[in-house]
Each structure stands twice: as C-alpha cells, then as structure tokens.
C-alpha cells in the first residue's frame, strides 16, 4: 500500500526564543517491507544549520539549530511510502518462548543487538506487575509467536482507550491500576511485560492508517503519531511488530518511523531553547492511501 504523510508539529511561545536547538525523529526508515520514496522536512523559520545522520538504533535523525529571534517554530513532514511487510510466520512453527529467552540472553554472534531490547530503559524500569500480567500467555512450551499474538489480543480487550488520562510521564504501573491509556500506554505496557520475562521487545513509532479497509472495525489511535511493539521470534525469523492497541500484526496499515527501548529515545521532536516561556503544541497528522 502506497501512503502519502504530512505531519505539522507546531510550537507557540509566549514570548520569543533567542537560540534553539532540535533533535528530530520524523523521517521514516527504509527497510525490508517499506520502500521510502521520498521524505523531505519543512522548516519555519529556515534553521541557520541541519545535520542528518542515524542514531544507535539506525533512525533517520535530524538535528536543526536556529539563531533568529522566534515565536513560533514549527516543523512538516512530507513523504511518500510504499509498504507491504512478510506476514509472519506459522505461530507452531515459531520457537518455544523460554528458548527465545535463551537466545537473548546469551547474546553473541545470534542475538547481540537483540539482546540490548531486554534490559530495563529510562522510561521502563523492571516492573513485576507488567510480568505477571504477560506471563499468562505464555505457559511452559508455548510458541513464542501464539504467546504474543494472545497477549496483543489481551491488551485490546482489558484495557480502555481514552486520551487524556495518561501522559508521557504515566508509569506503566499506574496503566495497569487504572487499565485505560492510549497506545504509547499499551505500547509500554506489553514491552515491560516482555522484558520483565526475559523476552527482547522494542517500542516502534510511525503511523497508522486512519480509515481501515470496507468492513474493518474504526482503528483507535489514528489520529495522530502511533506505536507498537517489536518482538523477537529468534534468530530464524527475526522481528514481527504487533500493534496492542489495535490487536493487529502490523502489514500495509503502518508506516515505521523509529524504533528504540522505549518512547524517549525516538520522541519526534525534542530539544533546548532559550528564552521562550511558556508556550503550547499542536500537532496535526494527514495519512492518505494512494492507489498502487
């Protein structure tokens, strides 16, 4: 499925910013199952200097600096993608959850640079109650795969998608008390149960088609930026992104931005200012099917 993006973030100071310097995760990746064919970042006003590169994770990074007097910053993505991922594999063919953990833990030449997705992050301390909650869908011997695809469906159906009762902050303790959030919530939550198991799991960002296919339920979290979670099958079949919110293996309904440990390492725009006060956000997103 081919898709047309633009996505405006904008930032209103109360009063104007002297020096700014801005940290940008918004260009999509290239990678196996999503051709990017072009992407292209607007700037208002014109930064006085850009420097593109990638991160640890192999994200597109845009650092932007601006030294003209501003009230107003404001950034636009446009790109055209054309995505269309493997499915996933037979979940009985897929390895026994433990010797996934296994794998992972062993590190070495099969799972090195998974192995970096178990281990606690900044915004995912160990949570034991996330572990406990996971755990249920993967009772001793089952498919790695059968286990995630349970717990995805899980998620959807026990928690309530509500915007406004979380923010970025919002533990996932505090998510699985209230069970409402949205899906950087979920997205949080079934990563902290992963690793809380042994189990490599990492936070992706991007976008979600907003209107599904003729006689798909309406997707919840489509307004705007979204995430799901990646988890590893193995070295024999890699990585498959599940989208909790949704219950979905992602296919042709997503476009991938960034992926990291968890929402702090691939925010979409963060930075330092001086001068500025306090100031308001807006952000609108425009995903549109294009036929092939």
Known sequence: MKYRIEHTTTYAYAT????????????PRAIPGQLVVASELICEPQPSRTNLAQDHFGNNV????????????SVTLKAEVDVHFAPPPAADRTPAWEDVVSMAS????????????????PMLPFEPAAGAYAARSFPPGQAILAGLLDLNGRIRKDFSF???????????????????GVCQDFTHLMIAGLRAIGLPARYVSGYLRTRPPI?????R???????????WLGPEFGWVDLDPTNDLVVRDEHVVLAWGRDYGDISPVRGVI???GRHSVTVGVDLEALER
């Open 16 to 27: 104007p910013v002297d020096l700014a310097s801005h940290m940008l995760h918004l260009s």
């Open 215 to 219: 006689g798909q339920p309406a997707r």
């Open 274 to 276: 001086l001068g500025g």
């Open 62 to 73: 845009a650092w932007m600096f601006l030294d003209r007097r501003h009230d107003l910053f």
């Open 106 to 121: 062993e590190g070495g030449q099969r799972s090195w640079q998974e192995a970096e997705f178990v281990f606690d992050s």
């Open 221 to 231: 979290g489509a307004d705007q930026s979204h995430a799901w979670v990646g988890a």
């Open 162 to 180: 509500k915007p406004g009762v979380t923010n970025v902050q919002t533990t996932v303790a505090k998510v699985l008390s209230q069970r409402a």
